[in-house]
């Protein structure tokens, strides 16, 4: 891959390989428990995850057995396991346990339920007959490595996943090792590992209930399985922090500290509610108006059932919080539930072990499913009696993720509460649900004003004069109209009132609705001394890309309002921004998150607003850009050359100046929301030399880059095409930058912005860059990727499309050894076959990336090198039969021009590939086009690399 990512991928797997071979050279061994898991691989197959009791253990690729300590002495060797193994003829006569007899040194069958062991027998499938012939060889093949092994119990490490290797001597050890990070596609990245089941689909487990998840295996009672952790705290934070950022309990602590004492009770008497509270599975659903204080009541409760599960025990309780300024995804909130699942009950662990092991080696994240798999499994274990999970804010959720959200109520055997706005169009979705109306009691308003008014001092002693506290309650009661956010707003309102002729206008002008109550609070605002910085202040929490800190956002707003440049003098502290904003802000101490009292105010606020700042982005990145200029991050300089980046120094420049992290990550993305580019930020680019550049989604390059790759990378196409080409106008407002070149290359990957631009998937750009003069697509980088290699193995179709559409003669006549007259089709591959440093084409990329449509795109083609060998001698046929690419080989078998039969340099085939991964309907359509059964011998050699 291009120097700028695949060095860092490369940079970071050398850490961890260091740090895990320090890990396995510092383990201490505990004789008589042995923790084995196994990572799944690419083709689908299980992970069994057991703990036991065991004093001998065998393996090899096509069984795994456990011997009971009581069954053999400690220093049986490997080979002795060895023999017992089944045979193929064995195997099809297992039909049930067998008990061991006291002479024997193992039967994978046996099971002795009072030994308090099991025994894990992995048969190889047999489809076709000869990959049975493989299997019984495979035996004889590794048993002589085993021979000299001896498998005490104390060779064993506790924590060894997916490292069955202290049966074994230290050859077949370092071989075995070599395997577990061994590259499943051959050419492309850390995206497999060994697996101790390769080749195994039929898996029968003796001893235990097992729960089957997706590809994943849970017992039934990890506690036990867990009952000498080998996690150390350590380890524990490190898996929760892997598996999710989002603290849920810091949102529940902000919640309860603005609720009022004693209110929300009534929900605990409904008989709805305690009806569901009773069942082991069912759907609790509350829905009441906007400001209803919905979220509260939700916290009240979550409350209430942390405190049961305290006083009970076996009882699961997760919450989550939709708010409209976060958009989680539903893999992020199925992350949240179970983090803090892992934080309550620490045995439950051992179901999310085998999911980081997976996703940390391949640098890869859980799935939707797979995370369910886990939910699933811990609530159907015996640990619990009952799972209660809460979501609140449904509606305030994207409309894809409320779907899926609500698809996982069925699949659960779980206790769920929703809480939302009336949502009529999912109302049926659920239909076993129950509805609760969340309904305002008046108990409970009157609650909310007598707590509140505790914080206000000099109303309360106000109100104590001739009745004034009664009136003022019965008037908030009437015109909030079941309303806690417009109650709590009216009496910010009432704080103001120094006597009682002043108190007794404001209460005959009360507003009563949620709009009317924005309305009169703005009115507030704009009388105030000077009501733009509060303008400025909404209008950031309105447009903002990510939810800000309160100090980000005192930062943000600390600009002069006509350069946007940052001064620390215009500094505000919290209390003073909290007045002046008159209860349209709500902050959250404990996340110190600041963010407007109610979604609703976003609706209202961001019309009303637009009055003051039309383009509200523009004003956005140019005060983002000033910061990174007052910080002078366009000329950052990297203090460790021989690094692509230097992540702590960012940090620590981060926490110095709390809104540069927000600034350098969202500048470009509302730079593109502007109405058209603002001056400042078309001066910035201009002047970036040595550049840090982050996208959208949080990406980085991780390479200081210039002016040109800036825009480039982050898709400022209009920018780049007034620089090719200047007119007087355009010349005058963004002036090219010095020395400015299309065909720039990256000071240490050699990236030019046109391969850049296409692996960010920046069409405008790339079509931009091609119609510049002089312009050369198939420039590689200095690993020798091509712009059409990235977008081929990213899957970016139109890019795709726009470079194989490219026609120039000069560049033509650069291949051609200056020969332009080239056909049409000539033209077009000219450079499509061209090898990275791998020795992968763009084909043989797209086939990596699993993207159909971008290889039929590349094999309609003229010329297109179909049998292409990369440098590992496979052919694209080859890759998509191993990674199970149906869809593909189909498209590849369609070529006139494929050979089915090109072995590699060990002599494996595309059907042996297929074959020995079990992608048995590949395999079929091979041998329909004639492909060459291969022997056992070669089988043989491809199952024993594995």
């Known amino acids: 891959m291009g120097a700028g990512i695949s060095k860092t991928l490369e940079k970071r797997k050398e850490r961890k390989d260091a740090e895990a071979t320090n890990k396995l050279k510092n383990e201490q061994h505990e004789p008589d428990k042995v923790h ?307 934080e309550d009950h620490p045995s439950t662990f051992a179901f999310i072990i085998p999911l980081y092991e997976h996703h940390t080696l391949r640098e890869t994240r859980p799935s939707q499913t797979e995370l369910l798999g886990v939910l699933n499994a811990i609530a159907s274990s015996d640990l619990f009696d009952n799972t209660f999970c809460f979501i609140d804010g449904l509606d305030e959720a994207k409309s894809n993720t409320q779907f899926d959200l609500l698809d996982t109520v069925s699949q659960l055997p779980i206790n769920f509460m929703f809480m939302s706005r009336p949502l009529p169009l999912l109302k049926d979705h659920v239909p076993e649900a129950d509805f609760v109306d969340i309904i305002v009691q008046d108990a409970d308003i009157e609650m909310l004003i007598e707590d509140k008014l505790r914080g206000m001092k000099a109303l309360a002693k106000l109100l104590e004069k001739d009745g004034w506290r009664e009136k003022v309650l019965a008037t908030v009661l009437k015109k909030s109209d079941g309303m806690f956010l417009v109650a709590s707003l009216q009496l910010d309102m009432l704080r103001s009132c120094m006597n009682i002729d002043s108190l007794r206008k404001a209460l005959d002008c009360l507003p009563s609705g949620v709009d009317a109550m924005y309305s009169a609070t703005m009115e507030r605002i704009e009388a105030q001394g000077d009501p733009s910085v509060v303008k400025r202040a909404l209008t950031w929490l309105v447009h903002t890309r990510q939810p800000l800190s309160m100090d980000e956002l005192l930062h943000a707003i600390a600009v002069y309002p006509d350069t946007f440049k940052f001064n620390p003098e215009l500094l505000l502290t919290t209390d003073i921004l909290l007045s002046l904003c008159c209860g349209l802000v709500t902050y959250e101490p404990r996340s110190n998150m600041v963010r407007l009292v109610h979604y609703t105010a976003k609706d209202f606020l961001e019309p009303y607003l637009k009055r003051e700042y039309p383009d509200p982005h523009s004003m956005m990145a140019c005060t983002c850009v000033e910061q990174l200029l007052h910080h002078s991050l366009h000329v950052w300089i990297n203090p460790d050359p021989d690094r692509y980046d230097d992540e702590d120094s960012h940090e620590a420049s981060y926490q110095k100046h709390p809104f540069v992290e927000y600034a350098h990550k969202n500048w470009a993305p509302h730079s593109r929301q502007s109405i058209s580019l603002p001056i400042p930020v078309g001066n910035f680019i201009r002047q970036c030399r040595s550049f840090i550049a982050y996208d959208d989604e949080g990406w980085s390059y991780p390479e200081c880059i210039s002016a040109v790759h800036v825009a480039a990378c982050l898709g400022f196409h209009h920018l780049l095409h007034d620089w090719i080409n200047p007119t007087h106008r355009t010349a005058a407002i963004f002036p090219p930058p010095p020395n400015f070149d299309i065909k720039a290359r990256t000071a240490k990957g050699g990236q030019t912005p046109l391969i850049l631009a296409a692996g960010r998937n920046r069409l405008e750009t790339v079509d931009v860059l091609l119609k510049a003069e002089g312009i050369d697509p198939w420039c590689a980088d200095n690993d020798g990727w091509t712009a059409l290699m990235y977008a081929s193995y990213l899957g970016y179709s139109d890019i795709v499309q726009s470079i194989l559409r490219f026609r120039d003669t000069d560049c033509i006549a650069k291949y051609t050894d200056g020969d332009t007259r080239a056909s049409g089709g000539e033209q077009a591959i000219i450079g499509v076959n061209i090898t990275n440093r791998d020795g992968n084409s763009a084909l043989s990329l797209a086939v990596l990336g699993g993207h159909a449509a971008e290889v039929k795109m590349l094999l309609g083609v003229e010329g297109i090198g179909v049998n292409q060998l990369t440098g590992s001698g496979a052919t694209a046929l080859m890759l998509a039969s191993q990674n199970g690419e149906k869809p593909i080989v189909q498209l590849l078998l369609r070529h006139e021009n494929i050979d089915v039969d090109i072995a590699d340099p060990q002599g494996i085939t595309a059907l042996a590939d297929a074959l020995t991964r079990q992608h048995l309907e590949i395999a079929e359509l091979l041998r329909v086009h004639g492909a060459r059964e291969p022997s056992v011998d070669i089988l043989e050699k491809e199952l024993g690399k594995r």
């Open 36 to 342: 084995q898991t196994s990572s799944p691989k690419a083709d689908g197959l299980p992970i069994v995850e057991a703990t036991v009791r065991s004093s001998a253990m065998s393996c090899d690729r096509g069984q795994i057995g456990y011997m009971p300590p009581d069954q053999h002495d400690a220093d049986v060797h490997a080979e002795d396991a060895m023999a017992n193994f089944p045979t193929t003829s064995d195997r099809k006569d297992m039909t049930s346990p067998k008990e061991h007899s006291e002479d024997t040194t193992i039967k994978p069958t046996a099971m002795s339920s009072d030994q308090g062991h099991m025994d894990v027998i992995v048969s190889k499938p047999s489809p076709e007959e000869h990959i049975e012939g493989v299997n019984a060889r495979l035996h004889a093949m590794m048993s002589p490595q085993s021979q000299t092994a001896a498998t005490t119990s104390d060779s064993l490490s506790p924590i060894a996943p997916a490292k069955l290797v202290s049966a074994c001597d230290e050859g077949l050890a370092a071989k075995m090792r070599e395997n577990e990070t061994r590259n499943d596609t051959r050419d492309l990245g850390n995206t497999g590992g060994s697996h101790i089941f390769t080749g195994a689909s039929n898996v029968t487990i003796y001893g235990g209930t097992f729960n089957a998840s997706t590809n994943y295996v849970y017992g039934d009672n990890p506690s036990t399985a867990r009952e000498h952790s080998v996690l150390s705290p350590a380890d524990r934070l490190v898996i929760v922090k892997w598996l999710s950022d989002i603290n849920f309990r810091a949102f529940l602590a902000d919640n309860l500290r603005k609720r009022a004492a004693k209110t929300g009770m009534w929900i605990f008497k409904d008989g709805k509610f305690v009806r569901w509270k009773g069942r082991r599975k069912g759907v609790l659903w509350g829905t009441g108006m906007p400001g209803a204080g919905k979220t509260i009541l939700a916290s009240i409760i979550i409350e209430y059932f942390i405190n049961l599960a305290k006083e009970k025990g076996r009882t699961c309780v997760a919450f989550a919080f939709c708010r409209y300024t976060e958009e989680l995804t539903v893999e992020q909130t199925l992350s949240g539930l179970i983090r803090q699942i892992l």
